[in-house]
């Protein structure tokens, strides 16, 4: 059965940092790129970063460049997305999911459809 399941998430405030963890069961993960996305009330689903299969390359929204940082290890079957300096803009559901991929590298932000799998979310408050 596949699971990705989303954890890390909390009330923070204005500056503050939150590490999120996507791990991930029931399928091969090294075949898989990884997208964070996140939702905000009343806003549609945005891409937020994502990582390829094994070489790790990446991509990030502008409006988070320098502030977060994806990582995955394969060894776990786990994502990460350390998110510094957060902005009550940030508030949202994050949400993982994964990307089947032939190419070691590659990954899509924009194009949330081709994504297979996806978790239930956790919530980012960022508030004082």
């Known amino acids: 059965q596949v699971q990705l399941v989303e954890s890390g998430g909390g009330l923070v405030q204005p500056g503050g940092s939150l590490r999120l963890s996507c791990a991930t069961t029931?399928?091969?993960?090294?075949?898989?790129?990884i997208g964070w996305f996140r939702q905000a009330p009343g806003k549609e689903r945005e891409g937020v970063s994502c990582i390829g299969r094994s070489v790790g390359g990446t991509l990030y929204v502008d409006s988070v460049k320098g502030r977060f940082t994806i990582s995955r290890d394969n060894a776990k079957n786990t994502v990460y997305l350390q998110m510094n300096s957060l902005k009550p803009e940030d508030t949202a559901v994050y949400y993982c999911a994964a990307d089947r991929r032939f190419d070691a590298s590659g990954c899509r932000l924009t194009a949330l459809a081709v994504y297979d799998y996806w978790g239930r979310g956790t919530q980012v408050t960022v508030s004082s």
């Open positions: 029931g399928f091969t993960f090294s075949n898989y790129a």
